[in-house]
């Protein structure tokens, strides 16, 4: 079945430095991969979305690579800030094979802490 | 515009009894998706509505889970005879659908605590 791996260990960065997430999926080919971020007692919020024929997107200081043969999606915020502490989460969309739709798997995310 | 809004925010009940969670997508969006998030843990996919189409249910735990979209928009979520592992946030996102359109849009979640 298919599986999303991020870091569970808390990442702890200072301010003004670029902090990096990983997302590592096996057993699939997803179309594209999606960026949540989510705050405490909150719902997920979109952040980016990079499809399998994009290597790299940006977004403001939010940048994502997706290496289909690796298998993985690296996630950077340069010059973070404390209010970038929050979990992030990477989320692939279920197999097309199965017509499953839209539904998304979810990574168990990994929490940022972005001290001053 | 509005986003998409739950209902109770926090619900308390006790073992045994019945649950219904409510979830106001977007206007005009078309698919509907329930989620379930346990401490600590990621999204679990449980439901998902799009259109007119038959839901796909592969997600839910048990037949105690169970879950309508009336007229395409608002849907409940019902959970019979809970149980203490059911106590976990209940979260709804709902997205327009099509290639382009993926982007889901989530609500503040319902916090279930089955005593």
């Known amino acids: 079945s298919q599986k999303i791996e991020q870091n569970s260990e808390a990442l702890n960065i200072q301010e003004g430095k670029t902090a990096t997430l990983t997302c590592n999926y096996t057993?699939?080919?997803?179309?594209?991969l999606q960026w949540y971020r989510q705050d405490p007692g909150r719902g997920p919020v979109f952040l980016l979305l990079?499809?399998?024929?994009?290597k790299e997107k940006r977004k403001e200081r939010l940048k994502v690579t997706f290496d289909t043969t690796l298998k993985q999606s690296l996630f950077h915020i340069t010059a973070s800030q404390p209010a970038d502490s929050a979990t992030y989460l990477c989320a692939l969309p279920k197999p097309r094979v199965y017509n499953q739709g839209g539904k998304l798997i979810f990574g168990q995310g990994t929490e940022l802490s972005v001290k001053p | 515009g509005a986003g998409v809004s739950q209902s109770p925010s926090n619900k308390v009940t006790e073992k045994g009894k019945d649950v219904e969670l409510r979830c106001d997508p977007i206007s005009g969006h078309t698919a509907l998706y329930w989620y379930r998030q346990s401490l600590g843990q990621g999204l679990e996919f449980l439901i998902y509505f799009q259109g007119n189409s038959a839901p796909d249910k592969s997600g839910l735990p048990s037949d105690r889970f169970s879950a309508e979209r009336t007229g395409g928009s608002v849907s409940t979520l019902t959970i019979q005879r809970t149980q203490q592992e059911d106590s976990a946030v209940y979260l709804c996102?709902?997205?327009?659908?099509?290639?382009?359109?993926?982007?889901?849009?989530f609500g503040p979640g319902t916090r279930l605590l089955v005593l």
């Open positions: 057993n699939y080919s997803p179309a594209y």
């Open positions: 990079i499809r399998e024929n994009e």
């Open positions: 996102a709902s997205s327009l659908a099509g290639t382009g359109k993926e982007t889901q849009y």
